[in-house]
């Protein structure tokens, strides 16, 4: 009798264990952009429009020189354009982004979860609130590139099957 009850509270105490660290962990993990001990209040807007974004989600790290230096918080359509608009929140301590800087979309590794990196330019004036970079790279979508991949393999291999069996067998005369 006594064993049971020390295997219940050794059970007990192992299960509240796993929930603690499951709460703990599920603090840590960006929801809506809120990074745990990322301050978002203070920082500037600014935006850029992109071709296509792929898999950019809101809440996706924004970094120069591999250094978070914000997040996204907003993705939209621009009608006008017929682009994809993202808003940035570039942290204060970032005031000294040159005003020529572009912007791309990158992935962290080959199927990771997809971020905005910024390239500095040379212009001795800096982004503000509201500024919009003007020079974008769009995502890499590798579906796309797989598609690409094959149309161009199967047209390849459909050209050389079609030139093999027009000839007939019969040679030209020199």
Do not use: C, H
């Not at 850029?48 to 970094?63: C, M, Q, S």
């Not at 094959?150 to 040679?171: L, R, V």
């Amino acid at each position: 009798m006594r064993a049971n009850r020390s295997l219940e509270i050794g059970t007990g105490l192992f299960v509240l264990l796993g929930l603690a660290a499951l709460l703990f962990l599920s603090m840590q993990l960006p929801a809506n952009g809120l990074k745990f001990g990322f301050n978002k209040s203070v920082g500037y807007p600014i935006t850029a429009e992109f071709d296509n974004i792929g898999g950019l989600k809101v809440g996706a790290p924004v970094r120069m020189a591999g250094v978070r230096i914000g997040d996204v918080t907003r993705i939209g359509f621009d009608t006008n354009t017929e682009r994809a608009e993202v808003w940035m929140r570039i942290d204060a301590r970032f005031n000294q982004i040159p005003a020529d800087s572009s912007a791309s979309i990158d992935t962290e590794g080959i199927l990771g979860a997809q971020y905005i990196s910024i390239s500095p330019g040379g212009m001795p004036t800096y982004l503000k609130a509201g500024s919009q970079i003007i020079q974008t790279q769009s995502a890499l979508v590798l579906e796309n590139l797989i598609n690409k991949f094959f149309a161009n393999f199967a047209s390849k291999s459909g050209s050389s099957s079609s030139s093999k069996s027009s000839g007939g067998g019969a040679k030209e005369p020199k």
